[in-house]
């Protein structure tokens, strides 16, 4: 039986410190423990990315030999959707795109670990990781270190909440547009 | 005693006849032209004022809608709003994306695709079908210095009052960023002169969870519906008439 944490770092910032954590003797340890298989990387289309991706599994051979986790790594993919899909536990930079992708896939769901880029901690990516995590809907953690990510996988094993259902805007974009005949009341 | 309350225009015009002077003239000229101008403004605003007191226009042959896609997670957000909406009713569908950004019109594109392929519109009263794609030049590139950034505004801003008079949509559905605020103004343009009571929509991003975008604090005033994704930010901006349903993304 195979179980598959996905690490994703995002398309337009390098995210290479995520990676280097990762990818320590601690959190691999972690990892074996709660049965992982696989890991897969996306590491971003830069140069740099890749090669500090590459000398990060360099330095850690000898643990990934002695737990069994075989990993694995990509720049992008046009059909991140299916990796999500088939993963067990995600592991991702606060991107809104990947985090809904998470959230909104069938089931069964991946878990989801949600680390912001520190760069970006001006942006809002932190909101909405801290926001979802107060739903229950996922973990949130809030640094880049080994230990709060081991923390965060110490939890994996509680009951999640699902996200609310998508809420459509049909109606009153066609009352606006002035298409929904039959119903003369806004929303 | 000169009486100034007496003096006609008359009296003026006799004056300037009498005495030829040019620059009692060019004056005069500009007195006038700054009064008209001020009034033509004065009208406009009014009317614009008036524009929302006024309930949707109904269009039961179908809409004319323009989709104004941000890029990156902005276009994903609207396409998914987008892909709710049945096509039947939107005859015509103008997706506009600005330069640099390909990629939205492609994923537009492949929405139109996938939508005619799963339930293939069919118009009210036979209208056809129109989808076009526009590019505008974008208002303010990343990394591009405040002073020329006021010369490519201008730009956006003409291109963009130049493809609303072309379209004439019904109604505009926008999520942000900057560069989006070129179309909503220049859809109160069409509003103003009544050339068209285009309706504007505007969904602030999922990502925006206590505080609103600079998008949508200028847009929150001027736009007909206003919704925010998360309750922290309705809750907030409620006495400016903002509208929280849940999730949209």
Redesign the interface.
Known sequence: MSRKVLLTTGA?YPFDTLIEVILTQHVLEKLSALAVTDLRIQYGNTPTSRIAYESCVENCTAVLQRTGINVTGFGLTENMASEIQSSWLVISHA???TI?DTLRSPSPKPRLIVVPNPVLMH???A??A??LEDMNCMLYAKSVTKESIASALDKLDRQFTE????????D????????L?ND?SP? | MLDITAITIKDILDFVAEHRCPLLVLVLASAVSVLVLFCVLLFLIASLVTSYGLPPAKHANGASAMFVLGSGGHTTELLGIVSQLDFSLYPLRTYVSFSGDTLSTVRALRLEKDKHETAPATARGGRRQNVATVELRRARNVGQSYFTSIFTSIWCGCEAVVTLIKVMPDIVVCNGPGSCVFICFAALLLRATRIKLTRIVYIESFARVNSLSLTGRILISVVDRFIVQWPSLAAQYKHKGVEYFGILA
């Open positions: 337009t991107g809104t795109g809904l942006g809002h990516q909101e909405v801290a926001a996200l609310p259902p998508k809420h459509s805007l049909a009153l974009i066609n009352y606006e547009a002035g298409v005949l003369t929303q």
